[in-house]
C-alpha cells in the first residue's frame, strides 16, 4: 500500500539546476517516520546513494553531491525534494526516492524497503 513517486525529471544543460520532488502515500503512521532518501542509476552503473534525510531533518550526503544537492521535506505534504544545482553531465541517470527505517550504512539500498519508479535527469548540453 505504501508508495512514492517521483517527478520532477528533465533535461537540464550543465551548470543548471532541476528540483526532483517526491511524494509518499500510505505510510504507517506518517512518512514522517521513515528515513528517506534520494538515489540513482546510470546505464550500466550500480544504483548509488545520493543523500538521506532522517525525520527531524537530519541529512548525509555523498561526496559528489554535498555543495550542489541539498534534500529537504515537508511532512505536512508527505513529500521530499532534492535540489540540484550546477549539474553535470555525469549527474544523468534515473533518480529514484526511498524509505526505510533507517541504519548507520545509510548509503545501502537494502535498507530502505519502498520505493518510487524513478524520474530521469539527463545533463547534456
Known amino acids: 500500500q505504501e508508495q512514492l513517486m517521483e517527478s520532477g525529471g528533465g533535461v537540464v544543460r550543465p551548470g543548471g539546476s532541476l528540483t526532483l520532488s517526491c511524494v509518499g502515500s500510505?505510510?504507517?503512521?506518517?512518512?514522517?517516520?521513515?528515513?528517506v532518501g534520494w538515489f540513482r542509476q546510470a546505464p550500466g552503473k550500480e544504483r548509488e546513494a545520493i543523500v538521506s534525510i532522517s525525520g527531524n531533518g537530519a541529512a548525509n550526503y555523498a561526496d559528489d553531491a554535498q555543495g550542489r544537492f541539498t534534500a529537504s521535506r515537508d511532512h505536512a505534504k508527505n513529500t521530499i525534494y532534492l535540489q540540484m544545482n550546477n549539474l553535470k553531465p555525469e549527474d544523468t541517470a534515473t533518480y529514484y526516492c526511498?524509505?526505510?527505517?533507517?541504519?548507520?550504512?545509510?548509503?545501502?539500498?537494502?535498507?530502505?524497503?519502498?520505493w518510487g519508479q524513478g524520474t530521469q535527469v539527463t545533463v547534456s548540453p
Open positions: 526511498a524509505a526505510g527505517w533507517g541504519a548507520s550504512s545509510w548509503w545501502e539500498s537494502r535498507w530502505y524497503d519502498y
Open positions: 500510505g505510510f504507517t503512521p506518517t512518512l514522517q517516520h521513515y528515513v
